[in-house]
């Protein structure tokens, strides 16, 4: 079973820009689709962005402020992430789409006012 473990995270003002860090224990391949989530205590994770070998989405909500990217060699996909806005606070974590793994214990992004 693949390990995911997440990095990145951090405190930082608003208007402030953090890259997150997902690195796998193994290959993946770059046949899959990669995403990152987000989830604020006491909600359901939520879907922040994804990539594939068809290119990029993103939820409407980071469009234009995230970039999703992935360095196969180095089995890790990153989230650029700019122009961080207080609802952006919440842990982070990545995962496959389909068929996902384990989930890490993700990292958590705090934006303050």
């Known amino acids: 079973q693949v390990q995911l473990v997440e990095s990145g995270g951090g405190l930082v003002q608003a208007g402030g820009s953090l890259r997150l860090s997902c690195t796998a224990s193994?290959?993946?391949?770059?046949?899959?689709?990669m995403a990152w989530y987000r989830q604020v205590a006491g909600n359901g994770r939520e879907w922040v962005a994804t990539?594939?070998?068809?290119?990029?989405k993103y939820t409407d909500s980071v469009k234009g402020r995230f970039t999703i990217s992935r360095d196969d060699a180095q089995n890790t996909m990153y989230l650029q992430m700019s122009s961080l806005k207080p609802e952006d606070t919440a842990v982070y974590y990545c995962?496959?789409?389909?068929?996902?793994?384990?989930w890490g214990q993700g990292t958590q992004v705090t934006v303050s006012s």
């Open positions: 995962n496959r789409v389909y068929l996902p793994f384990n």
């Open positions: 193994a290959s993946i391949g770059n046949n899959n689709h």
């Open positions: 990539i594939s070998a068809f290119g990029t």
